[in-house]
């Protein structure tokens, strides 16, 4: 019978190095460094960039962030409403900037006059003087009729997301009698110039003025609307015909998405704390 070998087994008897597990360690904690050395250099970076007015001016207001690139604001049937239910125009500010606007006429007031409304859509465009537009004459001529002035947020246009639903919706409450303008703020949509604290109240005085003087509207029958950017306008709006030396004050003003606190400016002696 062949006979087993008896040679020995190969034991490894080389020591454990207890540096082994550090080692592969070591490239994951320096890989680790460095991302977060990348990190607070960009979040400085950023910080240097926005002490930048230019650049703090298009974080703030978002004026070139759009989702109408493509679309006509002069057209705004694109968003749902009907054949010369609004009225496209223009105002100039005493600065010479040219906003772009909107006047929503209400449903029930449109249907009234719907024939009419198409038949001068056909003679009517954006270059036509806005007081010889039928839409504003129906609301000019109406000695009942009410007016919300729309202060819309940050970013985008008239046509920028919820904000024509929005527009429609105002009149639910008097569908015969409460229309609707919204501006684009300078620098927005296809309004001129740039955005700025100062430049965004001019442009609503400037709307609010066109409400009062052009289409004969009192104050105790108008109403301020803002969203987001837009509460800020709309207080400032208010305050600033209130501290007037013969004050004026609106019928009403209603903010949505408003700032978590703040604080009104002196009215009358009366600090008022909006939270």
């Known amino acids: ?17 207890p540096n082994s597990d550090s080692g592969t360690l070591m490239p994951k904690v320096l890989y680790t460094l ?4 990348i990190g607070i250099v960009g979040y400085f970076l950023v ?27 002069n057209i705004p049937e694109q968003w749902g409403f009907l054949r010369n239910q609004v009225t496209p125009f223009t ?64 970013g985008g246009t008239l046509g920028a997301g919820w904000r024509p639903a929005g527009f429609r919706a105002m009149h639910a409450g008097a569908p015969d009698k409460i229309h609707t303008v919204a501006i684009d703020y300078r620098g927005f949509g296809s309004s001129t110039g740039a955005p700025s604290e100062e430049g965004l109240l001019t442009d609503a005085i400037t709307l609010a003025k066109w409400a009062m003087q052009e289409a004969g509207i009192p104050p105790s029958r108008i109403v301020l609307f803002g969203q987001s950017l837009g ?17 004026i004050l609106f019928a009403g003003m209603v903010l949505v998405a408003p700032f978590a606190d703040v604080v009104l400016p002196d009215w009358g002696g009366l600090a008022v704390l909006w939270s």
Do not use: C
């Not at 007081?131 to 609301?139: P, T, Y």
């Not at 509460?231 to 004050?247: E, G, M, N, R």
């Open 231 to 247: 509460t800020a306008v709309s207080i400032s709006l208010a305050h600033h015909f209130a501290t007037q030396q013969d004050p």
């Open 1 to 17: 019978m062949p006979r087993r070998s008896k040679g020995k087994s190969q034991i490894n008897t080389e020591p454990s190095t």
């Open 47 to 73: 910080l240097g960039l926005l002490t930048i007015p230019f650049l703090q001016n298009h974080v703030i207001y978002l004026h070139r962030v759009s989702t109408t690139w493509f679309q006509d604001l």
């Open 91 to 154: 105002l100039s500010t005493p600065d010479g900037v040219t906003l772009h606007a909107w006047h929503i006429l209400p449903l029930g007031l449109y249907h009234r006059h719907q024939e009419e409304l198409i038949e001068k859509m056909e003679l009517e465009d954006i270059h036509t003087d806005i007081i010889e537009r039928l839409g504003f004459k129906l609301l000019r001529d109406d000695p009942d009729s009410l007016l919300v002035l729309f202060f819309h947020g940050a």
């Open 34 to 37: 460095r991302l977060l050395g």
